[in-house]
């Protein structure tokens, strides 16, 4: 594709990527990615024809990383980057050199597309529109379809959308400030690899038994899988350390999509995470414990006016008149501390669920599978995902530290609850 003559965009930084680029490091990038498995094997050709038809239709993605004296921002490409052959270690890290080229990665391998987002870009909801899009197009192009925009395929021949591109938080943060979280946090450790390999364990799961399953214990899906996550680290923690006044709290980070609470159409960075746990020097808890107490903090935490307090500090310091003024190179290391002392350092890790899957009628029989995957926190060596699609969920565990301390509680635990749990892992 021949590079646009038309006059290219550039946008701020949204107000949750803002520290992004600052937390970015040699060996570690806030990134995920979105995957989907078709029936048959991926034409490279079409793809790269695909991407190049879609990547005007989204200005704020098929970007590049740029500094100014004082901040970074987004440079919309003038052309789509090439695809790329998929490897079989995902999220490999996003070195600056390399965003600042391009901050998404567009593969393939065999019957599977995959698209990985440096978290500067979207959100898990504004990269699945793109990866939808994306996929949608590719099929129109293989099988001339007419596949209809709906269920968030967005149609390549529209401009974007002023909506599509907008920092929401600045509309929406609150009055007041909501405390911080204490930082005495339990964190999993274990041995880091050193070519920082990132080994993805998934489990599949029948989608109308786990929904049953939330269902008869009266919680979601996804407080059902918090749970979980609560009581194999509580688990973990207790065989590190017998004595319990010694233990710290256990908390997930759940990240939250903010358009369903204020809606909007923003394709950029909206969401706000709600740390969700229990502290383990008031006694042992059962399941059934976990399940009330997580379904009744996300309850009380998932409010508007409470997630609007949540990101509140964030927008009046970017627009802190003194701050702004600060050049960037100063910028940076204190972002950087910010983000290892009080963004990941209060959980113990992410746990993330895009939920089920839709997609227009006409996909529907291509697509075999659909994947999200998170990429490793910095400063730990863990994190967890969620996507259902076509009756399966597909729960993914991630680790770039060698020991299996997670999973191999995790999933067990699954299968003495009574679902069926087929394990996948590309351990080396």
């Known amino acids: 594709m021949e590079a646009s003559t038309r006059p290219l965009r550039w946008l701020r930084l949204d107000n949750a990527a803002l520290i992004f680029p600052a937390a970015l490091r040699r060996h570690w990038s806030n990134a995920f990615r979105i995957s989907f498995s078709f029936t048959e094997s991926v034409d490279p050709a079409l793809l790269q024809q695909a991407l190049d038809r879609i990547a005007p239709r989204f200005p704020s993605m098929v970007v590049r990383l740029r500094r100014s004296a004082f ?4 440079e919309e490409l003038p052309q789509a980057p090439a695809v790329q052959a998929d490897v079989n270690r995902p999220l490999r890290t996003m070195s600056m050199r390399e965003v600042q080229r391009c901050a998404i990665r567009v593969l393939y391998y065999r019957d599977r597309i995959a698209v990985e987002f440096f978290h500067a870009v979207t959100d898990g909801t504004g990269g699945m529109v793109f990866a ?16 209809p925009c709906v269920k968030g395929v967005l149609n390549p021949d529209e401009a974007p959308r002023d909506g599509e591109l907008a920092d929401a938080f600045q509309e929406h943060a609150g009055p007041l400030s909501a405390p911080r979280d204490d930082r005495k946090v339990f964190r999993l450790r274990g041995t880091t690899e050193p070519d920082r390999f990132l080994h993805q364990t998934c489990g599949v799961l029948d989608s109308a038994a786990l ?9 979601s899906v996804t407080a059902y899988l918090c749970a979980l996550l609560l009581q194999s680290i509580l688990e973990i923690q207790a065989a590190e ?17 903010l358009r369903q609470l204020y809606g909007g159409e923003s394709l950029r960075n909206f969401v706000a995470v709600a740390n969700i746990g229990v502290d383990p020097r008031l006694g042992d808890y059962s399941f059934d414990e976990l399940l009330h107490l997580v379904h009744h903090q996300m309850k009380l935490a998932i409010t508007p006016k409470n997630m609007a307090a949540i990101f509140a500090p964030n927008v009046r310091d970017e627009r802190n008149v003194l701050l702004k003024a600060v050049p960037l190179f100063i910028k940076n290391p204190i ?4 983000f290892d002392r009080i963004g990941e350092s209060v959980s113990c890790l992410s746990f ?16 075999r599978r659909a994947e999200f995957i998170l990429g490793a926190q910095a400063s730990a060596p863990y994190n967890a995902s969620c996507l259902s699609c076509g009756g399966k969920t597909y729960l993914n565990v991630v ?6 301390k997670l999973e191999s509680r995790l999933f067990p635990t699954l299968v003495r609850q009574g679902f069926a749990v087929r394990v996948e892992s590309n351990d080396r």
């Not at 901040?71 to 987004?74: G, P, T």
């Not at 233990?247 to 990240?255: E, F, G, H, S």
């Open 335 to 338: 972002m950087r501390l910010v």
């Open 399 to 404: 680790r770039n530290c060698r020991e299996p």
């Open 241 to 257: 350390q017998p004595r319990r006044t010694r233990r710290k709290n256990v908390r997930i980070q759940i990240p939250v999509n």
């Open 71 to 74: 901040w970074y921002y987004l």
């Open 352 to 367: 993330s669920n895009l939920g089920q899957l839709e997609l227009p009628e006409e996909m529907q029989p291509l697509v």
């Open 132 to 147: 939808k899009s994306l996929a949608a197009e590719y099929l129109r192009l293989r099988h001339g379809l007419d596949i």
């Open 211 to 219: 929904h049953q399953g939330a269902k008869e214990k009266g919680v």
